[in-house]
């Protein structure tokens, strides 16, 4: 699968679970999920729950992308190696430029810019973790297969109306 057509596939299922809505203000949802993942990926303690969380952060950050209208580049698979420090600075600075843009402040920054080169610079470090530690191609075999068989089929919808 190609990172356009997984990008595209996951904007179809947040239209279809989460009510999709293309603005800066909407992005800070998935964000928080990304922050959720990450918290979960800090405390697994197996393998299988380390896969699911960095494939888990790799779907929200698309959502990210996703809403605030950016398209994803064919991904970088290279293997430097990334400190926690790194992904938390990149997340901060990518948080920044999230929430500025929302609240419509501090429009002579560079917001857009600098928050497609993080999202970009996150999925790198994604990748190199997933080399580093499991010597797993992030793509091929965590990202898309979670996606393929878990994550799409999943329908919330189903679930709040049962919940209701």
Not at 58 to 67: P, Q
Not at 68 to 73: A, H, Q, S, T, W
Request: hydrophobic letters at 35%.
């Amino acid at each position: 699968m190609k990172i356009s057509e997984f990008q595209k596939q996951q904007r179809k299922w947040v239209q279809t679970n989460f009510n999709f809505k293309k603005t800066w203000r909407s992005a800070l949802e998935p964000l928080a999920g990304i922050v959720e993942e990450y918290g979960e990926y800090l405390s697994s303690v197996t393998k299988e729950e380390h896969i699911d969380a960095l494939a888990d952060m790799g779907i929200f950050l698309t959502d990210v992308a996703n809403r605030i209208g950016y398209n994803l580049v064919e991904p970088d698979l290279s293997h430097p190696k990334f400190q926690f420090t790194y992904f938390n600075e990149t997340l901060g600075e990518l948080s920044h430029c999230i929430l500025k843009m929302a609240q419509g402040i501090r429009q002579d920054e560079p917001h857009e810019i600098t928050a497609h080169k993080k999202i970009e610079e996150l999925f790198r470090i994604l990748v190199s973790w997933s080399y580093t530690k499991y010597g797993l191609s992030y793509y091929s075999e965590i990202l898309f297969p979670t996606w393929e068989e878990i994550v799409s089929k999943r329908n919330w919808n189903k679930e709040r109306e049962s919940n209701a």
